[in-house]
């Protein structure tokens, strides 16, 4: 195989050509280039074309995905693991969380609030029924926050403030438009926060804290103008460090709420981040082209291994 890195983007204009002219800069001299990957019609065993591809919008197609697991089999590196992604949730990650000690708001994963047509109550037996809306909110309390447990973009995301706007939106959520289908939903402490952070976060060590702003209109929401610094930029670094380094992720975005001094992890599901250089900023920008291309030029030389090279059983079983 050649040290080809292939990329696969949706709608992003601001990053594709960059990074891919960054990676032919960089890696010229290493025999590493770059291009827009072309698929189509993936053949099992077929010996695929790069070593590594950035995987940025497999999410929404899913023959990508198809081939990119079978890609890794074959020897290419994937920029993220194809398969965790695809097995990735927000309650799992919340739970991890809880367990490598990061603070994240309380939780409650929901039953979905309805079912494809097939399914019926028979399926349904081992769902206790009704839910205890009442002890459900006296964990989590109000106001909270219902979202889906996969998911982006803030796509049905609630903030409810009573017991009666919570079952409004989890009624939304079982799929009541046409083409919608029924969502699992979370259920989450609201986190009213004094401070808000979003780390960028590449290859799993490299972590850059920035503060960020919900409230604002999508293209504003970075703010550069007030960067984070002293203990907060040490303990979001030191948090998202060890989110994305168990999950595995090369490429994420860890978002921190930060209440009374502690930072809550409320989003940290977001393995195609946004990289759009009118949203993130040109410094930001510009460290992560340098940082991409760093790792996937390292990929591409094979003086780095993917970290979830050889975790899935069948890895023992074939010769890559
Ligand atoms: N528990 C919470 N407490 C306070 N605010 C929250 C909480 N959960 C979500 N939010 C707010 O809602 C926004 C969207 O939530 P979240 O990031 O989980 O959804 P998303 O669809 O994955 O968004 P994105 O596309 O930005 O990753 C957050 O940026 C935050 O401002
Ligand atoms: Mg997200």
């Not at 696969?8 to 290493?30: D, M, S, Y």
């Not at 082209?289 to 780095?304: C, H, Q, R, W």
């Amino acid at each position: 195989m050649s040290k080809i890195v292939g990329l696969l983007v949706g709608r992003e204009n601001t990053f594709p050509g960059p990074f891919i002219e960054t990676v032919n800069r960089k890696g010229a001299a290493q025999g590493v280039s770059a291009e827009l990957a072309v698929l189509g019609g993936t053949r099992e065993l077929e010996l695929p074309r790069y070593r590594v591809i950035v995987d940025r919008i497999s999410h929404e197609v899913p023959y990508y995905r198809a081939h990119l697991k079978s890609a890794a089999l074959m020897g290419t590196v994937v920029v993220n693991d194809p398969f965790w992604w695809e097995a990735d949730e927000k309650f799992f990650e919340c739970t991890l969380a809880r367990m490598l000690g990061v603070a994240v708001p309380k939780t409650v994963v929901l039953p979905n609030k309805s079912y494809i047509s097939d399914i019926n109550d028979q399926s349904l037996r081992n769902l206790k029924y009704p839910l205890d809306w009442d002890d459900i909110l006296s964990y989590v309390g109000l106001p909270a926050i219902l979202k889906p447990n996969t998911g982006g973009g803030w796509k049905d995301v609630y903030r409810v403030d009573s017991k009666q706007d919570l079952l409004w939106a989890y009624d939304q959520s079982g799929g009541l438009s046409p083409g919608h289908r029924p969502k699992t939903m979370i259920l989450q402490e609201f986190i009213k926060w004094e401070d808000y952070i979003r780390c960028i976060c590449i290859g799993r060590t490299n972590i850059l804290p920035i503060r960020y702003d919900p409230t604002a209109p999508f293209a504003d929401r970075y703010v550069v103008s007030r960067p984070v610094d002293g203990e907060l930029r040490d303990r979001a670094v030191h948090d998202a460090r060890a989110l994305v380094d168990a999950l595995g992720y090369d490429m994420d975005t860890v978002e921190f709420a930060v209440r009374d001094g502690t930072l809550y992890a409320i989003d940290f599901l977001n393995p195609a981040p946004d990289f759009d250089s009118f949203s993130i900023k040109e410094d930001n920008f510009n460290w992560v082209l340098e940082k991409m291309s760093d790792l996937v030029i390292a990929y591409a030389n094979g003086t780095a291994l993917p970290p979830w090279r050889g975790e899935h059983r069948w890895w023992k079983h074939v010769r890559t």
